[in-house]
């Protein structure tokens, strides 16, 4: 079973760029959680989804930065013109159903953003 | 509100030392639950354990061991005979059964580095 997968793993944008990473959860799994951590610190909740819903968004930046779950397809999380403080370790995570509530997450290795 | 504390910032042991990794968390939800992740060099988070909130059983899973005490709010995780392979920064986190599925908040982590 291929567990969360995340890519692009390592991600060079100059300032002004997009980024884009997706995140392609465990098979049977519909719920997706998206957390940010900065260099030297813990990671950050940034947003939860289910299929084709935002269910909360309180740790996503104000502009600049949308995520999506489509019916189809990863998750992406898009960050419009970027800059160096979006430099980051960008981790997914994903549970079942079922799970929620009980803590049953499962971690992707995560994508690295570099913001030159 | 929920937080997780964990006041030792880094921590340097010389191999075969035992270890002790203090985490101290708040929160109000009367059911949740705690988690510890390794986070090595490469990057990627690997879970170690997760313990609910009605379960105070001390557990041991070879030379780790983890140490509830709801009284004093704290999870503590013990490495005994410390290896250089345990060097990584360790983080503990909670999630609480709150309407939003599995929010995890996360500690600051604690650097661990194990000399040989």
């Known amino acids: 079973n291929a567990g969360v997968m995340q890519n692009p793993r390592h991600l060079v944008r100059r300032r002004g760029q997009e980024a884009r990473l997706r995140c392609s959860p465990m098979k049977g799994h519909s719920h997706v959680y998206w957390y940010r951590q900065l260099p030297e610190e813990g990671l950050k909740f940034m947003v939860y989804l289910q299929k084709e819903n935002i269910i909360d968004e309180s740790g996503m930046p104000k502009e600049r930065f949308s995520a999506e779950f489509p019916k189809e397809g990863p998750s992406i999380l898009r960050i419009q013109q970027v800059v160096r403080g979006d430099s980051a370790a960008y981790f997914c995570?994903?549970?079942?159903?079922?799970?929620?509530?009980?803590?049953?997450?499962?971690f992707g290795e995560g994508s690295r953003l570099t913001v030159l | 509100a929920q937080k997780v504390t964990q006041a030792q910032t880094e921590i340097s042991v010389v191999e075969k030392e035992d270890v002790t990794l203090d985490c101290v968390y708040e929160t109000r939800d009367t059911t949740y639950y705690l988690f510890w992740y390794k986070q090595p060099p490469s990057g990627e988070l690997v879970f170690l354990i997760r313990r609910n909130s009605f379960d105070e059983q001390n557990e041991i899973s070879g030379r780790y061991s983890w140490n509830f005490q709801k009284s004093t709010s704290s999870f503590n995780f013990t490495i005994t005979a410390s290896q250089v392979v345990d060097s990584a920064v360790y983080f503990c986190?909670?999630?609480?059964?709150?309407?939003?599925?599995?929010?995890?908040?996360f500690g600051a982590g604690t650097i661990l580095r194990v000399k040989s």
């Open positions: 995570a994903s549970s079942r159903a079922w799970a929620t509530n009980t803590g049953e997450l499962f």
């Open positions: 986190a909670l999630s609480g059964r709150g309407e939003y599925g599995n929010k995890l908040v």
